[in-house]
């Protein structure tokens, strides 16, 4: 039996990074992790407790009670995928909405989030056979991943794909606020302090502005394959 390797997939947001690391998990057998959505889970708790709005930001109140907040992946089959659950409940529609996507970025800068996240996340990839995807994965989480990706897309194909995505799911929702929550997105992701959102030097570069999926996953996967194979 061949090795199992780590599976990096760093990138802008909406690149599609999750649709590919979960193909590409379900192919190999490996498990799939969305950093993003411990993220976004933290900031929902954040809005439930009240610390973070549209105006103010209790960062100390937020650090002080970060021990309250347990994250789990739970495996769906009907999915095929595992989903966010914060604190014993699923919040994985909650998470992906206007509200939660608007303040995530604030509390991904915070050191002491990044911190409980990274450790969590690196026990789960302990064993390796992991495809993660999130912004700092093969610069912070794995910076051994055998295969590092970093995907990028022109902010209004991202913009659009999140569009079409959120009135799939019935969201009311307008393109243009979502195109610019997307460039907010990439300038507080690639110019916070802590773990910002760089290209590793090993990473390959991704762009699939202009690529149907099934490429994409094509190329991915014989990536992936030609790695393994050499293990
Ligand atoms: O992948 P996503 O759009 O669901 O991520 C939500 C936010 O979380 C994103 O704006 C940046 C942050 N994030 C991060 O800082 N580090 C990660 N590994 C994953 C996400």
Avoid: W
């Avoid at 966010?84 to 998470?95: A, D, H, S």
């Amino acid at each position: 039996m061949k090795k199992k390797i780590t599976i990096a997939i760093d990138g802008y947001s909406s690149t599609g990074k999750s649709t590919i690391a979960k193909q590409l998990a379900k192919q190999l057998g490996y498990i799939y992790v969305d950093t993003g959505a411990m993220y976004r889970a933290v900031t929902l708790y954040a809005m439930q407790q009240k610390f973070i709005d549209a105006t103010h930001f209790d960062v100390n109140s937020l650090i002080a009670d970060l021990d309250n907040i347990s994250l789990k992946f739970i495996y769906n089959a009907k999915k095929g995928f595992a989903e966010m659950y914060l604190n014993g409940k699923n919040v994985e529609q909650e998470i992906r909405g206007m509200e939660v996507s608007k303040l995530v970025s604030k509390i991904a800068t915070i050191s002491e989030v990044r911190k409980k996240l990274v450790a969590q996340q690196q026990l789960i990839g302990k064993g390796k056979g992991v495809v993660m995807d999130g912004r700092d994965i093969g610069t912070v989480v794995f910076k051994d991943a055998e295969l590092k990706l970093f995907m990028t897309a022109s902010p209004e194909k991202r913009a659009f794909r999140r569009y079409k995505e959120l009135l799939e799911r019935g969201d009311n929702v307008d393109y243009e606020e979502i195109l610019k929550n997307v460039q907010y997105r990439d300038h507080i992701d690639s110019t916070r302090k802590d773990s910002p959102l760089t290209k590793a030097k090993d990473a390959i570069d991704f762009d699939n502005s202009n690529m149907r999926l099934e490429e994409q996953f094509e190329r991915i996967y014989n990536l992936a394959m030609e790695i393994i194979a050499k293990k």
